[in-house]
């Protein structure tokens, strides 16, 4: 029993103990739940039986709790009927709570093997297996298949898993936040993650990481494999990550007067942060975007975006052909504006390259753009915001302070825009929009035909998590086009309490859109 992906004989000897799981390579786990509503839903699990014995039939149940709960519930235990290979064990559950997170494992006995009263497994295990009426430990969130239920005004998430390279090892596991992607061909995609540490590996990493590999519709990547740092050439095996964005030089801190961030007795430090990318029309490269920061220590804060940089990056070569850096503060010590701070870049059939950004005070989600011709994009008088300089029609300026919002009614903590043409069913951009700073599991989405919109609100979600660990709650909401299909959005948040101890990491979801 237990199978996902690949046929195998007495599957369940592979899960007998989580050593020799890993040695045989098993990669049994229960599935993706569904038909979730707000009080019940259909759990699933792949499992195989090869009825080599009549004295220990193959039986299998779920166990299930809602996140918190002591105690485990169970479903009815069901004879599994002998087969060559894998088959969907399916049952439904009932009396669930709305807007709740569940957690869920395969359990079962049976063949040669596995003795009763049986074993459990979640999401391949990760590395976990557990006996009946045990719960995993919880800051794994792989050991369990995890989904939360719909409400009168959020629609049902389902947890697909941890974004993993093959580096990202049980015995020395990788922390980081970020998780943009970019598809930079019709197999292969960039993923760019921020801050970095491994454990038994590198120091911190504060200037991002990146890793590359092949994607599947609506699976989350573990096989990813880590990228050197630029300009040397991809290397596959490599069992750590490396600093991505070139070295940050010349920022300050906040200070009034300011001294060189980094210095002896600042308490800070230069880092660079991914705020997104896009690949570029007709070529196999991407255009990635970030902001040079200067991180102070303890209470000294905020943390100034200094400086903004965009840059033609080629996976092939893990090169960075050209540099742009459009925006710098001045005084660098105040940090660039909200406004300038353009992400989300979306190539639009016009000949401009768009910019989806927020802001505060007033909540606004704003729009930017520059032409498509490289030749512009270190030019800040390039650049026109969408916005009213005037206090009449909103229309292309260069007033950066007048923007005008896109979307009304949120607070835009956090912005996601893409191009979705590639997923089908006639949809073109998508936002997901984090729009409550206060509720850091929240978010809506939105769709429009163009970057101007007008933005349509589409269904409401809170992710599969119970976003807590560390200083922080659930942040880095991003959408993934290449994983997502005209019916399901896939997106991705960093999860602070998933591997706690090693400093959180980034998960994958779904939402029916």
């Not at 890993?22 to 993706?32: E, K, Q």
């Not at 922080?472 to 086009?481: D, E, M």
Request: hydrophobic share 40%; proline share 9%.
């Amino acid at each position: 029993m237990y199978f996902a992906h690949r046929p195998a004989r007495r599957v369940l000897a592979c899960v007998a103990v989580a050593a020799l799981l890993l040695a045989a390579g098993c990669t049994g786990r229960a599935t993706l739940p569904t038909a979730i509503t707000s009080t019940s839903a259909t759990l699933h699990a792949q499992t195989d039986c090869v009825a080599d014995t009549t004295t220990n039939p193959c039986t299998g149940w779920f166990q299930y709790w809602a996140e918190g709960a002591t105690t485990v519930l169970t479903t009815p235990r069901v004879t599994v009927n002998a087969k060559t290979g894998p088959i969907d064990f399916n049952q439904a559950v009932t009396g669930l709570t709305p807007d709740t997170l569940y957690h869920v494992q395969f359990c079962g006995f049976g063949d040669s093997n596995v003795a009763q009263p049986g074993l459990c497994i979640g999401q391949g295990g990760g590395g976990v297996v557990t006996s009946p009426g045990v719960q995993p430990d919880p800051a794994n969130f792989s050991a369990t298949q995890n989904f939360r239920t719909a409400s009168a005004t959020t629609t049902a998430t389902v947890d697909i898993g941890r974004v993993m390279s093959t580096a990202d090892t049980l015995a020395n596991p990788i922390g980081r936040d970020g998780g943009h992607s970019i598809a930079y061909s019709s197999s292969q995609a960039l993923w760019l993650f921020g801050d970095t540490g491994q454990r038994n590996g590198p120091p911190f990493l504060a200037l991002g990481t990146a890793a590359a590999g092949p994607y599947t519709v609506g699976v989350a990547p573990d096989t990813l494999s880590e990228l050197p740092r630029p300009p040397a050439p991809p290397q596959p095996g490599l069992t750590s990550p490396a600093n991505f964005f070139p070295v940050v030089q010349g920022l300050v801190t906040p200070e009034d007067p300011p001294v060189a961030c980094g210095s002896a007795g600042s308490a800070s430090y230069a880092a660079a942060w991914i705020s997104g990318g896009a690949r570029i029309p007709g070529t196999g490269r991407a255009l990635v975007i970030w902001a040079e920061i200067c991180v102070t220590t303890g209470e000294k804060r905020p943390w100034p975006v200094e400086r903004w940089r965009m840059a033609d990056y080629d996976p092939a070569t893990n090169r960075f052909r050209t540099f742009f850096t459009p925006f710098v503060a001045n005084p660098m010590r105040a940090g660039l504006p909200e406004t300038l701070r353009l992400g989300n870049p979306v190539f639009g059939n016009d000949g401009f390259l768009y910019f989806l950004g927020a802001k505060r005070n007033p909540d606004t989600i704003f729009a930017a753009r520059v032409s498509a011709d490289p030749a512009a994009w270190s030019d800040p008088a390039s650049y026109r915001w969408w916005g009213s300089p005037d206090g009449g029609p909103a229309q292309w300026t260069t007033d950066h302070t007048s923007v005008v919002s896109l979307v009304t009614g949120v607070q835009p903590w956090g912005v996601y825009a893409a191009d979705f043409s590639g997923v089908g069913g006639g949809r073109k951009l998508a936002m997901m929009v984090k729009d409550n700073y206060f509720d850091p599991a929240h978010f809506r989405l939105y769709t429009a035909d163009s970057p101007l919109g007008p933005w349509t609100a589409g269904p409401a979600g809170r992710v599969p998590d119970h976003c807590r660990g560390g200083p922080f709650g659930c942040y880095a909401f991003n959408g993934h086009p290449e994983l997502s299909t005209a019916d399901t959005f896939v997106y991705s948040w960093f999860s602070p309490g998933d591997r706690l101890a090693d400093g959180g990491h980034v998960r994958l979801g779904t939402i029916a859109w």
